[in-house]
């Protein structure tokens, strides 16, 4: 395990404190700027792993839509609440922030689009620059978004539906 090391820092200009404030916003925590910004700046303008894009993007953003990737595939489609579970789990950030740390971002660069159903509201999978798409099992033709199960809703439309007996 490469050795661990705690750095502390008070800033007392306020510009540079804004700029760590945007900073933190855009990656889900202070701890993950300072690492990102560090990681740019002194080594070799690359991220610890070596294969991110420079888009301008936040690292959770690029973790967001690699797990989107894994979950929906290219041109998949999830719905947007459980978009927000998954992420949210898998990169560690409150579950209300996830539409600005990663979501927004992702828009922004054509990386995801955002479909407005009727009932639904969903997220539509598509690639980041320099990303090739790996194609999709052609077994599955579905163009439903994938949900967390759906239990809940049958049931509720279950007892929706029910008479009641007085």
């Known amino acids: 395990m490469p050795e661990q090391r705690v750095a502390k820092a008070t800033f ?3 510009e540079l404190l804004a700029a760590l404030e945007e900073a933190e916003e855009q ?3 202070m701890a993950d700027a300072l690492r990102y910004a560090v990681a740019k700046t002194y080594v070799d303008g690359s991220e610890e792993d070596g294969d991110e894009p420079d888009t301008g993007l936040p690292v959770k953003a690029h973790e967001g839509h690699r797990k989107l990737m894994e979950w929906a595939g290219y041109r998949g489609r999830l719905e947007l609440g459980t978009a927000e579970s998954v ?3 898998h990169l560690n950030v409150q579950k209300e922030a996830v539409r600005k740390t990663v979501i927004e971002p992702l828009r922004k660069e054509d990386a995801i689009r955002i479909h407005q159903g009727i009932h639904t509201v969903s997220i539509i999978v598509g690639t980041l620059e320099g990303d090739e798409p ?5 077994t599955s033709t579905s163009t439903e978004a994938a949900t967390d199960g759906g239990e809940a ?3 509720l439309d ?3 539906n029910a008479e009641v007996g007085r």
């Open 12 to 14: 007392y200009d306020a």
């Open 27 to 29: 990656h889900g925590s």
């Open 87 to 89: 992420l949210a789990n």
């Open 134 to 138: 790996e194609p999709r099992d052609s």
């Open 153 to 155: 809703r049958e049931r």
């Open 158 to 160: 279950e007892l929706a």
